[in-house]
């Protein structure tokens, strides 16, 4: 079997078993029987649960920087809403197996706050990334009842009140 296709396999397996079962109930067997292919093969490609949602975000996430570059558009709430909005699915997925710190780790990754930057640097990247993801729980928590426009405009008028 071709790898990314048993990457695929496996990545989707867990997504469907997650979708009906609790993540910490979910073996590496119960992923390899619903993916049609062995634990030889899942090992090959992966080391643990955590690294497919990880591997799956890194490659959604890779997407959606390259949207937004194409784009040209500099307003990163909107790009997150949006990201949001077109992977609902899988995020209702996180949610429903309070996995939802994957996102919070990987906006922090996106934001680099980092060591070697000076102190308020890398505090406000830090604060961005938390206030932002704060911003798209509570719109994914009410079942996201405005447009990623709508709730990006909401965040920039509570800005410029501010």
Partial sequence: MDKKLAKDYITESLFILMEKK????????????????NRITFYRNFDSKDEIINKYLEKSF????????????SNIAYRLFKYFSDN????????KSNLQFFLIDYLVKICNPSKE?????????SMFAYGLFGFCN???LRDMPESPEDISALLNN????N
Wanted: charged residues 35%.
């Fill in 62 to 73: 890779d997407e959606w920087g390259k949207e937004w570059e194409e784009s040209g558009d």
């Fill in 88 to 95: 609902k699915n899988f995020i209702k997925i996180l949610y």
């Fill in 117 to 125: 930057e000076n102190n308020i640097l890398a505090y406000s990247k």
């Fill in 22 to 37: 609790d993540y910490k109930d979910i073996t590496i067997t119960d992923i390899t029987n619903k993916a049609g292919v």
């Fill in 158 to 161: 509570n800005q410029k009140e």
């Fill in 138 to 140: 509570e719109w994914f």
